[in-house]
Structures are given as structure tokens and as C-alpha cells.
């Protein structure tokens, strides 16, 4: 079984990264092999509208950045998808989001490709706007057809400086049953 944790930070080794690393680990421990993709390395276009890719089932976006392809590639290659954005003003990363717009497009144009997959997001911020980020996120989870595993709270945690979302000790708690919820799940629906 396989694991996709997309780091939404434009941040290296920043807060979001760190909550990716630490569920990968416990996949890991699972027996679920653990890939964290981190956008801090990623540019993707923002979709364009043109329709191109619910008129052909290649699998494709017209918009040939490289990012995108290799990483739609892994996504529809695994069961489990996790998404983790620092808040942006309330907000999930428009880097990420604009990944997301066309990653859902194309999936839904070819036959809900991450349907069943199991996931579900992680927001990170200073103070204000995690809730309203992981609803966001939420929303891309739901209308791609995807089972979500709740947690002991919604995945939030708080921290500004890297590395800081360490003290938080319940959102630490909340990220660890998440992951020990996606992998009860991923044994009953894949093993
Ligand atoms: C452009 C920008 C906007 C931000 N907006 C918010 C916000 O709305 N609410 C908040 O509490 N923190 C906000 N922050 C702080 C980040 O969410 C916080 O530092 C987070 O830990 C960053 O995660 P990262 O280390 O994964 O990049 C903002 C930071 C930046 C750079």
C-alpha cells in the first residue's frame, strides 16, 4: 500500500512538512510506504478553464509542467492521499489549491479516479483561519468521491516558526489518530 502526503507550504522542512513527516512516519511503521511531496519544490500552473481534459481520457492536463504530471501520477498510484496547508488568510496555499483544481478536474473527467481513496487535509497556523482551511480542503476530499476518517478533533494545529507545531500537544494528538484512523481504514479496505 502506498501513502501521498502533499506538503502545501511554500516553506522547506516548515510546520506543514513537519505534520506530512510525522504521519508518513507512523504509515511507515504500518507497513504503508510513506511518500511526502513538498511544494516548496513545486510550481504548478493554475487551471485554466479550457475543458481540454473532460473531452479525452488520457489522463492528462493540457498545461504540460512536469510537477503536475508526476505528481497526479503518484496520487492516482496510491491509496492514500493526505493534503497539509499552512493558512494563508484563512486560507489553503494557492500553490496548492491550484494543484488541486486540476489534479480534481482531470480525475473526475476520466471516471473519479480517487474515488475511495482514503485522506483527508491538515491545516497549520500561527493563530486564526485552520478551521475554515480544512473545510477547504475538505471540500476537494468529498466531491472526489474519497472516504475521510475523522479524528479526536479536526486536523488542526498551531505554530508560526518551524518547527514550532511541535508544542502543540493536542494538535500532535489529533494528526496521530488521524494517521492511526487512515491506517485502521487502509487494513480494512485494501489489505
Ligand atoms: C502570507 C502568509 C499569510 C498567513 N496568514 C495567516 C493567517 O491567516 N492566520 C494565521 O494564524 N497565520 C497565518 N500565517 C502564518 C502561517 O500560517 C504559520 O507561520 C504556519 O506555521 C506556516 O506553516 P509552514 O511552516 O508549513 O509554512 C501566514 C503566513 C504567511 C506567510
Known amino acids: 500500500m502506498k501513502a501521498l502526503l502533499l506538503s ?15 504521519i508518513s512516519g507512523h504509515f511507515e511503521k504500518a507497513g504503508i510506504k510513506g511518500e511526502v511531496i513538498s511544494f516548496a519544490d513545486v ?8 475543458g481540454v481534459c473532460r473531452k479525452k481520457t488520457d489522463k492528462k492536463c493540457v498545461i504540460n509542467d512536469d510537477d503536475f504530471h508526476r505528481i497526479f501520477e503518484v496520487m492516482c498510484d496510491s491509496e492514500i492521499i493526505i493534503c497539509g496547508s499552512p493558512v494563508y488568510f484563512g486560507s489553503a496555499t494557492p500553490n496548492l489549491m491550484g494543484f488541486l483544481d486540476r489534479a480534481g478536474y482531470v480525475a473526475r473527467s476520466n471516471g473519479n479516479l480517487f474515488a475511495r481513496k482514503i485522506g483527508g487535509p491538515v491545516a497549520v497556523a500561527r493563530r486564526a483561519g485552520q478551521n475554515f482551511t480544512f473545510a477547504q480542503l475538505l471540500y476537494w476530499y468529498m466531491i472526489n468521491d474519497m472516504v475521510v476518517p475523522g479524528s479526536s478533533y479536526w486536523n488542526v494545529a498551531i505554530g508560526r516558526e518551524p518547527g514550532e507545531v511541535a508544542n502543540d500537544q493536542e494538535g500532535i494528538a489529533t494528526i496521530d489518530r488521524f494517521a492511526e484512523n487512515c491506517i ?3 487494513h480494512k479496505l485494501f489489505a
Open 8 to 22: 502545501g507550504s511554500p516553506r522547506k522542512d516548515g510546520n506543514t512538512e513537519a505534520l506530512m513527516d510525522r
Open 43 to 50: 510550481t504548478v500552473m493554475p487551471c485554466k478553464a479550457c
Open 184 to 186: 485502521w481504514l487502509a
